[in-house]
């Protein structure tokens, strides 16, 4: 009877012991729920989803970063769940540059990353947004949590372009979508030579996601504005 009494004793103090170490956790993934309901309501069409990703979803993301030196660039911070997810896969803080359109949630991310630089601004202007900052180092990977499937054709087409500018040689694109297919229509990544494939589909998040990788040719680099925006009409 002692030793069976010890033991639910025992159960309880675990128990109780686990509940206070994941009170933390609840309370910031709910706070995170809250403020992409409020950046919804504010932009609803610039929000791609209204859960913040979990962290199975973070590290299948952040171990398609390439090796060797160079920037990573994340678009579309949020509340910062890809980011914890990049830098606790060893990515460093000075490293990282996270690109958020939306004031409040970038306030928030500088105040939760002091040590990582965030840029409020238009990732669809990326080249110009990272030179108007004095950033002008390679980046050897752009991590994305953008809707891409709400994005009109020209806004996708220009921020394939800018992506693939930024690039350095063997860089590459990490995004996660919601959808079934390829978040870049098959012409656009034809006319880019750009190479896409899915590397994973994570169930354990809510709702489910692919991650896709999209390896950038020449070919997108070099064409101008005039040409892209022909394309994204067309």
Request: hydrophobic residues 45%.
């Amino acid at each position: 009877m002692r030793r069976r009494h010890f033991h639910n004793g025992g159960l309880e103090l675990a128990r109780g012991s686990a509940d206070r170490d994941r009170e933390p956790k609840v309370r910031a993934r709910l706070a995170d729920g809250g403020m992409l309901w409020a950046a919804w309501l504010r932009a609803p069409r610039q929000v791609g989803a209204l859960i913040p990703s979990g962290m199975r979803l973070a590290s299948v993301m952040a171990a398609e970063v390439p090796d060797g030196e160079g920037l990573v660039v994340e678009l579309g911070g949020g509340t910062g769940s890809i980011t914890a997810g990049l830098l606790g896969a060893g990515i460093l803080a000075d490293e990282l540059v996270v690109v958020e359109r939306d004031p409040l949630l970038a306030r928030w991310l500088r105040r939760r990353f002091p040590d990582s630089r965030v840029l409020c601004g238009d990732a669809c202007r990326l080249p110009q947004l990272l030179a108007s900052h004095g950033i002008g180092q390679a980046v050897k990977a752009v991590v994305s949590s953008l809707p891409l499937l709400s994005m009109s054709p020209m806004n996708r087409s220009r921020l394939m372009q800018g992506v693939c500018t930024v690039l350095r040689q063997q860089g590459a694109m990490v995004q996660y979508t919601y959808g079934i297919r390829c978040p870049v229509p098959a012409r656009t990544l034809m006319r880019g030579d750009v190479r896409a494939r899915r590397i994973a589909r994570v169930w354990r998040n809510v709702p489910p996601a692919s991650v896709w990788r999209f390896e950038p040719g020449r070919l997108l680099n070099s064409l101008p504005e005039t040409l892209i925006e022909a394309a994204a009409k067309s």
